[in-house]
């Protein structure tokens, strides 16, 4: 049996903008500009160890009260901003694998730091089409820990050397190379070093490519 698993955001959906928009909101509010190079450190991370990455980088210290209430006001200002997501904002490449996935028996799976995957995948239309989906609110570790993708290779119950894992994060390419799986990054900006794959977009990914690979 093989496998796919994919993360959510900047994969299947860009709302990595969006993750950007409000952390900048509420670095501002804390007295940290934050830069569009920190941001790219932060995708693949959960929100709070995201909040403390903010904060060391900005010097500041915040008690557990102030965290909690910045760690609210984020997420309200990001599910302002997905609300209205719809099926248009599928990336290009995420359809077609889908339906090679579902015509060749491939279980798919979601592996997310996200807590609003649920929310985000039923808006977008697609949420039925995942067998088994991982988020923040199922897993204590964040990425570049492989436990959100250990988590879904023991669900759906499939050798973890025997998944493919779609990701556009150094955290997550390194979260599903610990995990011994296969990684393909997929980033129009630049390659990941370390993983197995690198594309600019799920667009790009021939069908051939996983025949290849014995994904049949």
Known sequence: ????????????????????????IIAKKIGFKLSK?????????SREESL?????????????????KYLE??????KGFINNLNHMDILPGVNKLINFARNNNIPIALGSAS???HRIL???????????????NLTSKSK????????????????PKNIIVFEDS???IEAANKAKMISIAVCAKRKIKNATFNFNSLDDISLEFFEKLEFK
């Not at 796919?4 to 952390?23: E, N, Q, R």
């Open 170 to 172: 150094i955290a997550g």
């Open 73 to 78: 006001e984020k997420n309200e200002l990001y």
């Open 115 to 117: 807590k609003n995957a």
């Open 37 to 45: 190079t920190q941001n790219e450190l932060l995708k693949g991370v």
């Open 144 to 159: 570049p820990h492989p436990e959100v993708f250990l988590r879904g290779a023991e669900i759906l119950g499939i050798n």
């Open 52 to 68: 403390n990455k903010v904060l060391n980088w900005g010097g500041i210290s915040i008690d557990r009260l102030e965290k909690n």
């Open 122 to 136: 039923e808006k977008l239309g697609i949420k039925n089409k995942f067998k088994v989906i991982i988020d923040g």
């Open 1 to 24: 049996m093989k496998a796919f698993i994919f993360d959510l955001d900047g994969v299947i959906v860009d709302t990595a903008k969006y993750h950007f928009k409000s952390w900048k």
